[in-house]
């Protein structure tokens, strides 16, 4: 039996819900790092013999916005996975979700092993890093986005394939002059097994203190890429409406710095899986934003949860975002242009008073989730690209 690690930095619901599908015909071991604060699977549903879960790195704590304290720690994180790649020598590794430091020592166990390695590229980091520092220094940005991009581009090219879930990125890789033959399509997707359209829970409203209202919801990661400020002008223009935003990350670490944050917002760390649904259940409608500079390497991907729960979407993010075509194709929402608040309230307004448009775009989203989302469909294509690489 061929053996893979499926190593997702980030600990997503939906890697693992891969891992579990493959770990049908192989043996997998799904390897994650143990202390990121972001969105995280619920482990302990299916596991299995051939499935083994491996948490990496507790005793690593770091403030993201720490940069080069962070870049450092990095560095320690992927020599551990390291460790985890030389003892267990795999057939294959799949890598997401990592920072470049910490990649380098994965590509280089994964050379030293003999195993194929899958670079399952979510977003370019070395533009993220560049782009972040420039709001701080523009030399500062310029050095460490070249060094960044140096390492980036050496990883890309020594990867045996390149999974890319936007079409927008291949444009970004064939500049690196990167064959078109190592570079796979897959859009990311979200947990349509385990995201069920219920009727609101009264008893979780009451535990959170929250009244049966008409609610905007927002859950995920909300970081440098996002706007916190978004949220606290739609709640300043439409005070008759509550959001709930559960998160985490630096931006939702700002809004509860804040004193006189308005009283319609309800300020929820991020839940562990097997709550999510029931905050998901909560929303008449979601909201998701990415800002201009961070539409140019990243896809949010809370949207993809959001279509599976039947509820129409609001998306403030650059048009040209794989994001935005995938809302307008469903049918399942509306997106606008970053700052376009005035056009994003008036459509909010619309959705409260016009019950009949929330629940055709609520249809359209659990019907596009259900057209899309098939793992077993998903995992056909993973193991296509296991078999062409070899």
């Known amino acids: 039996m061929q053996r893979i690690i499926v190593h997702d930095y980030a600990g997503h619901p939906f890697t693992f819900e891969l891992s579990k599908e493959l770990s049908k015909k192989m043996m997998v071991y799904h390897i994650f790092f143990a202390n990121d604060p972001g969105p995280k699977s ?20 770091y403030d993201k916005k720490s940069f080069f304290l962070r870049f450092f720690k990095d560095i320690i994180y992927g020599l551990e996975v390291k460790k985890k790649i030389d003892k267990l020598k795999p057939n294959f590794i799949i890598s997401a979700n990592c920072p470049t430091f910490a990649q380098q020592s994965i590509i280089t166990a994964a050379n030293q092993n003999n195993a194929k390695f899958i670079m399952w590229i979510q977003d370019f980091y070395s533009i993220a890093v560049e782009q972040t520092l420039k709001k701080k220094s523009f030399f500062l940005s310029f050095f460490v986005g070249y060094l960044f991009k ?12 390149l999974i890319i879930i936007s079409q927008d990125f291949k444009k970004t890789l064939l500049e690196w002059n990167i064959k078109t033959k190592k570079i796979f399509f897959i859009p990311n997707w979200g947990n349509l097994k385990k995201i069920k359209i219920k009727k609101l829970d009264l008893v979780f409203l ?34 008759d409406i509550d959001f709930l935003i559960s998160a985490a990350g630096s931006g939702y670490d700002d809004l509860k710095k804040i004193n006189h944050l308005p009283k319609n917002i309800k300020l929820l760390s991020l839940q562990p899986f097997n709550v999510f649904n029931k905050v998901l259940n909560c929303a ?11 539409s140019n390497f990243s896809v949010p991907s809370k949207i993809l949860n ?3 729960a039947a509820k129409p979407i609001i998306l403030s993010a650059p048009k040209e975002n794989l994001a935005c075509k995938t809302i307008l194709k469903a049918k399942a929402g509306k997106v606008f242009a970053p700052n376009n608040l005035k056009e994003l309230n008036s459509f909010l307004t619309n959705l409260k008073n016009n019950k009949k448009l929330k629940l055709q775009m609520g ?17 056909n294509k993973f193991e296509k690209i296991f078999k062409e690489i070899t």
């Open 206 to 239: 009451k535990k959170l203190k929250l009244k049966k209202k008409f609610r905007v919801v927002y859950t995920g990661t909300l970081g440098l890429k996002h706007n916190p400020n978004l949220i606290i002008n739609m709640a300043q223009k439409n005070s």
């Open 150 to 161: 140096f390492f980036e581009k050496r990883q890309v090219k020594l990867s045996n394939g």
């Open 306 to 308: 959001y279509l599976c």
């Open 363 to 379: 249809k359209n989203s659990r019907k596009y989730a259900e057209k899309n989302f098939d793992i077993k469909k998903i995992t």
């Open 42 to 61: 619920d482990f302990n549903i299916g596991k299995n013999k051939n499935l083994k879960l491996m948490s990496v790195g507790k005793h690593i704590n």
């Open 284 to 294: 008449d409608v979601f909201l998701a934003m990415l800002n201009k500079e961070a």
